[in-house]
T-cell receptor, first 109, second 117 residues
Framework: GQNIDQPTEMTATEGAIVQINCTYQ??????LFWYQQHAGEAPTFLSY????GLEEKGRFSSFLSRSKGYSYLLLKELQMKDSASYLC??????????FGGGTRVLVKP | GAVVSQHPSWVICKSGTSVKIECRSL??????MFWYRQFPKQSLMLMAT?????????EQGVEKDKFLINHASLTLSTLTVTSAHPEDSSFYIC?????????????FGPGTRLTVL
């Protein structure tokens, strides 16, 4: 099975940087996804890591360390519209996704 | 590309009735579709995995006789909530994958909000 942990809530100021950590213990690993979800909407894809290292995509970056079972999502130059839940999800060999509980990020002016 | 639709987007029904939710991949053939349920302020919980032409695989604790899944074609899967009760009220989200080697991204539908009175 999979066990995925991430903080429940984080608050940050507009223009700042926030790092959301995700730790996982898995029985099979085929990559780690980060999704953004606004209230009442479906998740939207942010990033995918399957190899160790940092993937940068605009204001969002994601890091993976498979040996440590650890990932983080880095959000830079925060904007008010970034207030949302951020979901860490691990894919197993059968392409099933197991989601963490999600981290609600509140961006304040 | 990779658009997934769901219908209806929301539904209100009486306790004891059945509700069918459709999930369609609009511009690709989905070999695998997944059904999730999300309660307020909680994360997505996988209910079942559906492969075209075969029976769905249900996660532990999900009643297969209550949540009927049909995946008759490569672009359509349906979830029927039978004899719905208020505790079934939730946000149901489907996703689709084309399952090519090295491509395991799931594309999510917009979700269906079910309210059972």
């Amino acid at each position: 099975g999979q066990n995925i942990d991430q903080p429940t809530e984080m608050t940050a100021t507009e223009g700042a940087i926030v790092q959301i950590n995700c730790t996982y213990q898995t029985s099979g690993f085929n990559g780690l996804f980060w999704y953004q979800q606004h209230a009442g909407e479906a998740p939207t894809f942010l990033s995918y890591n399957v190899l160790d290292g940092l993937e940068e995509k605009g204001r969002f970056s994601s890091f993976l360390s498979r040996s440590k079972g650890y990932s983080y999502l880095l959000l830079k130059e925060l904007q008010m519209k970034d207030s949302a839940s951020y979901l860490c999800a691990v894919s197993d060999a059968g392409n099933k996704l197991t989601f963490g509980g999600g981290t609600r990020v509140l961006v304040k002016p | 590309g990779a658009v997934v639709s769901q219908h209806p987007s929301w539904v209100i029904c009486k306790s004891g009735t059945s509700v069918k939710i459709e999930c369609r991949s609009l511009d690709f053939q989905a070999t695998t579709m997944f059904w999730y349920r999300q309660f307020p302020k909680q994360s997505l919980m996988l209910m079942a995995t559906s492969n075209e032409g075969s029976k769905a695989t249900y996660e532990q604790g999900v009643e297969k006789d209550k949540f009927l899944i049909n995946h008759a074609s490569l672009t359509l899967s349906t979830l029927t909530v039978t004899s719905a009760h208020p505790e079934d009220s939730s946000f149901y989200i489907c996703s689709a994958s084309w399952g090519l080697a090295g491509t395991n991204e799931q594309f999510f539908g917009p979700g269906t909000r079910l309210t059972v009175l």
